[in-house]
């Protein structure tokens, strides 16, 4: 936002009093203030300060003028005072500190913040519309912090998952790569990445196999009964798992199935049909049957109609359905804990064991790489939706 | 007569071949229970790497199951499906698992190794055979561990277990485990009961409030523990001042991982941890299990084990070929539990006790931890 608004102008003639550039300014100076009082100790005394300091920044700056220089001050003179505060890792938190500030203070001088929303808003709308943008925000980073946190952690040079004075600081010695050499050097651990990388696959071909085949049958409007089966079908998805996991113990155990690799497979297969039932139906709804009956007049009987013409079509369906199967078993751990025995200990097994009886920061490597390898199934799954709306015509772009 | 000789020699032949076969017919696949961490790994080293080494084509597979062990073989005895062949877990378990009949009781002088010393194996294991189906392997110790930087300036380093109580000069959080076994002997003990008093205080009514009293004390200060490798975890992030665990997790944060913490040896609380072999298992695999056991508990493997983790030995005879460790090259006899500069004052754990009264003390401790 900070890039564009240099060049958007406010709303002719509109311009906040000083009062409230530099009351509000204020404001977060006092929040600011409180914060970094409080990590020394000083709460109060931040946040009288911070209040001050910060109004009589924004006075001051905005009565100079001079905003590309002030902006940049304002940076500099962050990192100066952070790196007298707390170090490297203070500077550059200072310099976005800084950075903020700058921008918060002439966003509201020139009342910019007016300038995208429409004119007839009362300023209690207008404050209404950034609370909403901020609450917003928050709820996001509440979700996604533990995984950030997650990630610099694995990069730890001791066996604990404790952020370090040396890491705090930036220091080289701080980190290093040890966690992830332990992963790619362990016996345990590359065993368990090759269980998994075993059956994940394996009952991924299974649940796409039979789900495909069901979301078919059960998508043609003479099948009997079509809600139950459909309900019975997607019910490990409903089930609270650990009930499955007890069941299909006692279960596979009385058939020899309990702790070989055939059960765990079929184990992930039942819970990852749901998964693929659900997408390919949702993509047979804008499957145009009479390309079919066009097929069949043309002389192709069903088996070469399924394979040249529905099959293409709902193909990205299929292959997202396919993908939450994956993850649904390479993340698995409950299931596996009860039908596995410890030859087919899979990644998540060796996690849940390393986090209880060992803390060891090898588990936040491997968390750190399944995140990875996570965010790129999913986006694979986004770029084939999208594929899928513009090959039905639903969408233009 | 020349027939029936006849018959009988061949007869014993076939006896003795199929003894043969039989002494032979042993399953090449072990699934071991045990507790991860370093525990498993100096089991690991000592026992299954020389044995594997002996015996070629056989595999040993690892599950980190000891914390359920109990749960786990009642769940495997009613599926009528045991996939383990030896199992790990501390003495009062092996108790339980032995009434249950869960557990293969044991002729302890047939199936161990004589001492070094040439004593029979229920002399050199001692009093330390406390059920009829527990091997017991080593000696460990429950007791706490402090962050001297984190104390207040000018209190004096702690030298009691009540320092775990005294949040007036030693304030801040603190680390138990999530059960009343240890937690609340020490809490009576900090209370002013005697000693040798303390499980018949333990064993009334009035008793066990009253450790529950003292406990609700340092309540809102203190963390609960489930896993043993959480106590050098809390402290090591400063998130508490001092903590209970055993004795080797603190060995290991302090010796191999540099960690500063003190040890506070004071009215440690000894317990045993050791095999037991599940009832019901195959031939095959009994007469495989049988074999690694008796190398497994011989009077050198058991003083190997102390090489990679700071746990006494259970075998009498093991205690004077005690040596080194492994790769850090200290003296590993100091930092044994069994010291006797450690074991100045030690609280001896009452196995009866807790087996009569476990479920009822465990169900108040719950339930007292949830208000």
Request: hydrophobic share 50%.
């Amino acid at each position: 936002m900070a890039s564009t608004t240099e060049n958007v102008q406010p709303s002719a003639g509109f311009r906040p009093t000083t009062g409230f550039y530099v009351g509000v300014t204020a404001l977060f100076g006092a929040v600011f203030g409180m914060l970094v009082g409080n990590a020394q100790d000083a709460p109060l005394i931040g946040l009288i300060a911070g209040a001050a300091i910060m109004a009589a920044l924004a006075f001051g700056l905005v009565a100079s003028g001079q905003e590309r220089i002030s902006r940049w001050g304002m940076i500099v003179l962050g990192a100066i005072v952070g790196y007298f505060v707390a170090d490297v890792a203070g500077a550059i938190m200072g310099a976005l500190s800084g950075w903020f500030f700058g921008w918060l203070i002439f966003w509201l001088a020139k009342g910019r913040y007016r300038a995208h929303l429409v004119p007839y808003l009362t300023p209690g709308q207008v404050l209404w519309h950034y609370t909403f943008r901020v609450i917003c925000g928050a709820i996001f980073v509440f979700l996604i912090t533990p995984i950030l946190v997650v990630m610099p952690l694995s990069f730890n040079a001791e066996n604990f998952f404790t952020f370090t004075p040396e890491m705090l600081q930036l220091k080289p010695e701080g980190y290093s790569l040890k966690h992830y050499n332990d992963f790619f050097t362990n016996s345990d651990w590359q065993a368990a990445l090759k269980n998994s990388l075993l059956i994940a696959p394996a009952a991924t071909m299974l649940a796409v196999g039979f789900g495909t085949l069901a979301a078919i049958g059960l998508s043609q409007p003479t099948v009997p009964f079509r809600r139950a089966i459909m309900a019975i079908l997607i019910s490990p998805m409903i089930v609270p798992l650990i009930i499955s996991a007890a069941g299909m113990y006692f279960f596979y155990s009385r058939i020899g199935l309990q702790g070989t690799y055939l059960g765990v497979v079929l184990a992930h297969a039942a819970l990852g049909i749901p998964f693929v039932i659900i997408t390919v139906t949702a993509t047979l709804v804008g499957f145009d049957r009479s390309l079919t009956r066009a097929a069949a007049n043309l002389g192709a009987n069903p088996v070469t109609t399924f394979f040249t013409v529905q099959m293409p079509l709902i193909l990205p369906g299929v292959i997202s359905g396919g993908l939450f199967a994956f993850i649904t078993s390479f993340d698995e751990v409950v299931v596996v804990l009860f039908v596995g025995s410890a030859g087919q200990k899979t990644l998540p097994w060796q996690m849940f064991i390393g986090l209880r009886e060992q803390i060891s920061p090898t588990i936040l490597a491997v968390a750190t790489l399944l995140v990875a390898i996570s965010i790129l199934l999913l986006a694979t799954v986004e770029l084939l939706r999208r594929r899928s709306e513009r090959l039905r015509g639903m969408s233009p772009g | 007569m020349k027939l029936t000789k006849t018959l009988l020699a061949s007869a014993a032949a076939v006896t003795g071949i199929a003894g043969l076969a039989y002494a032979q017919d042993m399953s090449n696949e072990m699934t071991i229970v045990s507790w991860g961490g370093a525990y498993q790994n100096s089991q690991q080293k000592a026992y299954v790497e020389p044995y594997v080494a002996n015996n070629s084509g056989v595999s040993v597979t690892w599950d980190e199951s000891s914390n359920e062990a109990v749960a786990k073989l009642r769940a495997m005895n009613e599926a009528g499906n045991i996939t383990w062949d030896l199992v790990d877990v501390v003495a009062a378990d092996a108790i339980r698992l032995c009434d249950e009949g869960l557990a293969m009781e044991v002729d302890f002088n047939e199936m161990l190794a004589e001492g070094d010393d040439g004593s029979s194996a229920e002399d050199d294991f001692g009093d330390l055979l406390v059920s009829d189906c527990f091997i017991p392997q080593i000696v460990y110790s429950t007791t706490a561990a402090y962050r001297a930087d984190l104390l207040p300036d000018g209190a004096p380093a702690p030298d009691s277990i009540c320092a775990m109580f005294d949040l007036e000069t030693y304030p801040g959080k603190r680390a138990l485990e999530k059960r009343p076994i240890n937690n609340m002997e020490w809490a009576l003990l900090c209370d002013g009961v005697a000693k040798d008093e303390i499980y018949d205080v333990l064993g009334t009514e009035e008793g066990q409030q009253q450790a529950l009293d003292k406990l609700d004390t340092i309540k809102d200060q203190t963390v609960w523990w489930s896993a043993a490798a959480e106590p050098p975890q809390l402290l090591a992030d400063g998130e508490v001042i001092m903590a209970s665990s055993y004795n080797g997790r603190w060995f290991s944060a302090i010796e191999e991982q540099d960690q500063d913490f003190k040890m506070l040896w004071d009215a440690q609380v000894f317990d045993l941890d050791g095999w037991i072999i599940p009832a019901g298992l195959d031939e095959a695999s009994l007469n495989r299990v049988k074999d690694f056991v008796r190398f497994a508990t011989d009077t050198q493997r058991l003083a190997d084990q102390a090489a990679y983790i700071s746990y006494g030995p259970a075998r009498a005879s093991s205690a004077p070929l005690v040596g080194k460790h492994a790769d850090l090259g200290i003296e590993m006899g100091p930092h044994m539990p069994t010291a006797p500069e450690n074991s100045k004052n030690v609280f001896v754990y009452n196995y009866e006790f807790w087996a009569d009264y476990r479920d009822d003390i465990d169900a108040k401790f719950q339930s007292w931890l949830a208000q």
